[in-house]
């Protein structure tokens, strides 16, 4: 059996002001390196046998600091692991997002996974590659402990992967800031152990964390 242990990334100023990332390279705030570092704590304990983020900063700032007590574990980048490219929406809010391209904010939120907003991807395309990359990499490790660090947009693929949730279904889901999640992947078939825990961040008020 395969144990996939799943973080998204710590805070950083575009959580907090409610904006398209899309494939920015945002940095993690002082409360979101405070995030990455309670995690990090959680999991000194464990033994990790690799350790995978997105290639985006704010993701690798925040394995940076889940790596920092796994001395000489195998650290990777994965452009597969981002989330979605939302084109010419990217850094905006979803009010400015209203007022400037109407038509390309309420087709995003009709649901049809096929939906590219122009200049970025669809959702079915975001499924198709992160459902790829969690497939290959526990493959890869197979039997071991993989940590793997990313964003919200993809976490929400995983989920769906997993549960065989229909990509036309309603998306609307909150995840914590450093969520911790787990899966297993044991001869070909997924299992969800744990989704969103956050215990790991009681002392810093995580009940602020939602976004």
């Avoid at 983020?53 to 690798?60: E, F, I, K, N, P």
């Avoid at 980048?77 to 109407?102: C, H, I, Q, S, W």
Wanted: hydrophobic share 35%.
């Amino acid at each position: 059996m395969t144990r996939v242990i799943i973080i998204r990334h710590g805070e950083t100023e575009w959580n907090l002001q409610g904006r398209y990332q899309g494939q920015d390279n945002s940095p993690l705030t002082a409360r979101g390196v405070a995030q990455a570092e309670a995690v990090g704590q959680r999991l000194a304990g464990v033994h990790l046998d690799a350790l995978v983020s997105s290639d985006l900063q704010r993701a690798v700032d925040t394995a940076d600091r889940i790596a920092a007590p796994h001395t000489g574990t195998p650290r990777f980048t994965d452009d597969r692991l981002r989330e979605r490219n939302f084109g010419k929406l990217t850094a905006m809010t979803r009010v400015e997002a209203l007022e400037k391209y109407p038509e390309e904010e309420k087709s995003y939120l009709s649901h049809d996974p096929d939906y590219r907003i122009p200049g970025g991807e669809s959702l079915r395309d975001v499924y198709d590659r992160t459902a790829a990359a969690l497939d290959e990499w526990a493959a890869r490790y197979e039997g071991k402990t993989l940590c793997v660090v990313t964003h919200g947009g993809a976490l929400g693929q995983f989920l769906r992967y997993v549960l065989g949730i229909p990509l036309n279904h309603r998306r609307a889901y909150k995840f914590v800031n450093c969520a911790y999640t787990e899966f297993s992947w044991e001869d070909g078939h997924w299992l969800l152990h744990t989704w969103g825990d956050i215990h790991h961040l009681a002392h810093l008020g995580a009940e602020d964390d939602i976004r």
